[in-house]
C-alpha cells in the first residue's frame, strides 16, 4: 500500500511540473518580440526559407546573399517555411550573426499545440506585417 502511495506521488508530481513548465515555456516564448517573416527581393511578397538544423547556416546565408544581387539561386537544404503572414515570436539572435532563431505557432494556437522553432535571414524579419 506505502509503495502505491509513493509512485501516485510521484506520477502527481511528474504530472503537475511538467503542466507548470509546458505553461512557464510557452509564457516565456510570448513575452518575447513578435516579428513577421517574409521577403520581397522578386518583387511580391513572398515566404522565407527557415532551417532548423545550424549545419546548414551557410547554405542559408549564401542563398538569400544571391537573392539580394537579384540571382535566382538553389538551395541544398531542407525545404521549410517560416509562417507567413502570421506573427512569429523572435527568440535569440546575435549583433553580428545573419540568422535570427524564431519560434512560430502554428494555427495561432499556443498552450499544447505545435510550433516550429528554427533560423531565418535577418534581412527577412520585419516589425511590420506584409502589405496585401
Same mark, same amino acid.
Given at each position: 500500500? $506505502? $509503495? ?13 511540473? #511538467?503542466?507548470?513548465?509546458?505553461? @512557464?515555456?510557452?509564457? %516565456? ?22 532551417? +532548423?538544423?545550424?549545419?546548414? #547556416? ?7 546573399? $544571391? ?6 539561386? +538553389? ?6 517555411? #517560416? ?5 512569429? /515570436?523572435?527568440?535569440? /539572435? #546575435?549583433? %553580428? ?7 512560430? @505557432?502554428?494555427?495561432? $494556437? ?13 534581412? +527577412?524579419?520585419?516589425? +511590420?506585417?506584409?502589405?496585401?
Amino acid at each position: 500500500m $506505502k $509503495k502505491v502511495m509513493i509512485i501516485a506521488v510521484v506520477i502527481a508530481v511528474v504530472l503537475f511540473g #511538467a503542466i507548470w513548465f509546458n505553461n @512557464y515555456y510557452h509564457n %516565456d516564448i510570448q513575452s518575447k518580440p513578435k516579428v513577421y517573416c517574409y521577403q520581397t527581393y522578386f518583387g511580391p511578397v513572398n515566404p522565407v526559407l527557415m532551417i +532548423t538544423d545550424l549545419a546548414y #547556416a551557410d547554405s542559408l546565408i549564401a542563398y538569400y546573399k $544571391k537573392m539580394e544581387k537579384g540571382e535566382n539561386p +538553389t538551395f541544398n537544404f531542407p525545404l521549410k517555411e #517560416a509562417s507567413f503572414g502570421d506573427p512569429v /515570436y523572435l527568440v535569440g /539572435y #546575435a549583433e %553580428d550573426s545573419m540568422l535570427i532563431e524564431i519560434i512560430s @505557432y502554428r494555427n495561432g $494556437k499556443i498552450n499544447g499545440s505545435s510550433f516550429d522553432q528554427g533560423y531565418v535571414y535577418y534581412k +527577412t524579419v520585419h516589425s +511590420t506585417p506584409p502589405e496585401e
